[in-house]
């Protein structure tokens, strides 16, 4: 199985910073990665898929990128409903895999 | 618009044995993927399975720690997903989520794991 090694597992920053999250892939996986949001009792949302498309209505402050069996993530400008936790997922190989999530919380 | 809707969740014994339903509507279901992805409580998420379309094969594909227990199948005439989950143990306690794992219109196809559902509770506990 592909292991999706993503960190830090938490993360505090205030309204404005730019947040960066990575996941790293134990093999390649090409560009099949997305990544989400998730809030208490609601469905995951998705925000970038493929590595670094923006789901359509997702605001531009969230971005992806890739450089081999590496990921970010990036918040350019953190705002309070931003409050989630945040998970990647390779869909290259089955079984997919999710990494352990980010919880974002606001300083 | 795309809604995914799980229900059949619940209280059931070590060993015992439950159907999860997930309803969608908004999109063409009959030729789409469909995953059921899980969240213990306080862990990750954790891909279960997924159906593929009758028009591929309809063949399924399930995580290590759930083959041989769980089914997951399809009724298109009814736009329904299933996961009947049998010899259910206490790590199998987790909200269950259906996505769409693959689904075009005639026209164009859709990002991977776009829709889900808010996701059913299982609780297995004696």
């Known amino acids: 199985d592909i292991q999706m090694t993503q960190s830090p597992s938490s993360l505090s920053a205030s309204v404005g910073d730019r947040v960066t999250i990575t996941c790293q892939a134990s093999?390649?996986?090409?560009?099949?990665l997305n990544w989400y949001q998730h809030k208490p009792r609601k469905a995951p949302k998705l925000l970038i898929y493929?590595?670094?498309n923006l789901e359509t209505g997702v605001p531009s402050r969230f971005s992806g990128s890739r450089s081999g069996t590496d990921f970010t993530f990036t918040i350019s400008s953190l705002q309070p409903e931003d409050i989630a936790t945040y998970f990647c997922?390779?869909?290259?190989?089955?079984?997919?895999?999710f990494g352990q999530g980010t919880k974002l919380e606001i300083k | 618009e795309v809604q995914l809707v799980e229900s059949g969740g619940g209280l059931v014994k070590p060993g015992g044995s439950l159907r999860l339903s997930c309803a969608a509507s908004?999109?063409?279901?009959?030729?789409?993927?469909m995953s059921w992805v899980r969240q213990a409580p306080g862990k990750g998420l954790e891909w279960v399975g997924r159906?593929?379309?009758?028009?591929?094969?309809?063949?399924?594909d399930y995580a290590a720690p759930v083959k041989g227990r769980f089914t997951i199948s399809r009724a298109d005439s009814e736009n329904t997903l299933y996961l009947q989950m049998n010899s259910l143990r206490t790590e199998d306690t987790a909200v269950y989520y259906c996505?769409?794992?693959?689904?075009?219109?005639?026209?164009?196809?859709?990002?991977?794991?776009?829709?889900w559902g808010q996701g059913t509770l299982v609780n297995v506990s004696s």
């Open positions: 093999q390649d996986i090409s560009n099949y």
């Open positions: 908004g999109f063409t279901f009959t030729t789409a993927w």
């Open positions: 159906i593929k379309s009758k028009t591929d094969d309809g063949t399924a």
């Open positions: 997922q390779q869909y290259g190989n089955l079984p997919y895999t």
């Open positions: 493929d590595a670094s």
């Open positions: 996505t769409t794992e693959a689904h075009c219109s005639s026209t164009s196809c859709y990002p991977p794991f776009d829709y």
